[in-house]
């Protein structure tokens, strides 16, 4: 049996969440190849051929976008699914937009958000946001699945030295185009790449009082921002921010959550945090109940206290 990853790339470089979805491929398979798909990415492909425990890269170049659209790459995965046993994807926006397309090509069943592989077969998944584990027996030819990164360590980013074959880029659909494309420069880390995370809910009552209050201490601590459903919904912090089963997935080193009451949409996402820090004033606020250390206290008190400590 091999595994094949779909690589996620962007300007020319290869997203981590791959490294993630190759770890969870070698526990599929005793063999891993990689998919590298779009224009002008030999760069991309280089770089996977030098991850360990990688044999195998497929570098796919052709005209078009340098990343391809769900639907020529779905393609592109289709024509080289008899080869598989295992088609991996990060359980990212970009993989949860073509698994499901591939599966259809193959008439399969995805299996979606895998945290364990228990052997070939069988898999598992939450459900019930997070809150119970399903696990998963497929029996298709062809496995088609998304990996949630958290739970699988990143493979080694060099100590490989995989062959690379060039193959043909499959011909664009015509069925979609790309309009444009908006992207959020931004100084801090990446949220699902982020080593700490300050994150701030409903009570942060204004986009103002989340740069007042928040932005320092991430400044001090070099964290990422985060926000919870509802503090986005408010308007209060923008989409890309969002921690939780329709936001990101994020498990940091440390989480500092301020005024958030801990949701079950919002702890599917972040509680597989190492260390959780909640700052709220309500004793009975859910967050506390898996916070290693809560605080009851105002967050527009303690939060510029704790700055200023850290100072």
Not at 156 to 176: E, K, L, Y
Not at 218 to 238: E, I, Q, T
Request: hydrophobic fraction near 45%; proline fraction near 4%; glycine fraction near 10%.
């Amino acid at each position: 049996m091999t595994a094949l990853v779909i690589a996620e790339h962007g300007s020319g470089s290869l997203k981590a969440a791959t490294l993630n979805a190759i770890t969870a491929a070698r526990s599929c398979s005793a063999e891993v190849h990689v998919l590298v798909a779009g224009a002008g990415s030999a760069g991309v492909a280089e770089t996977a051929a030098q991850i360990g425990g990688v044999g195998k890269v497929l570098h796919a170049d052709g005209d078009g976008a340098a990343e391809p659209l769900a639907e020529t790459l779905a393609a592109q995965v289709g024509s080289l699914a008899a080869q598989y046993s295992h088609l991996l994807f990060p359980s990212t926006a970009h993989g949860k937009n073509v698994a499901p397309r591939v599966a259809a090509l193959l008439d399969v069943a995805q299996i979606s958000d895998v945290t364990r592989v228990v052997d070939a077969e069988t898999f598992e998944r939450p459900i019930y946001a997070g809150n119970a584990t399903a696990t998963v027996r497929s029996i298709d030819g062809t496995k088609v699945l998304t990996v949630r990164t958290t739970s699988f360590d990143a493979a080694p980013s060099t100590g490989g030295n995989a062959t690379i074959v060039s193959i043909a880029m499959a011909a664009d659909s015509g069925r979609s185009t790309l309009v444009s494309r908006e992207l959020t420069k931004s100084d801090r880390p990446e949220l699902t790449a982020a080593k700490i995370i300050v994150a701030g809910g409903r009570a942060m009552g204004s986009s103002e009082k989340f740069d007042e209050v928040l932005t320092p201490l991430a400044d001090r601590l070099g964290a990422a921002l985060g926000a919870s459903r509802a503090a986005v919904d408010a308007g209060y912090a923008p989409n890309d921010w969002q921690v939780g089963q329709t936001g990101k997935i994020v498990a940091p080193a440390l989480y500092v959550a301020c005024g958030i009451s801990g949701a079950i949409q919002h702890l599917a996402g972040m509680k597989d945090s190492q260390v959780i820090v909640a700052i709220n004033k309500d004793a009975e606020a859910p967050i506390f109940g898996i916070a290693d250390y809560g605080l009851e206290a105002d967050l527009f008190e303690a939060v510029p206290e704790l700055t200023r400590q850290l100072g």
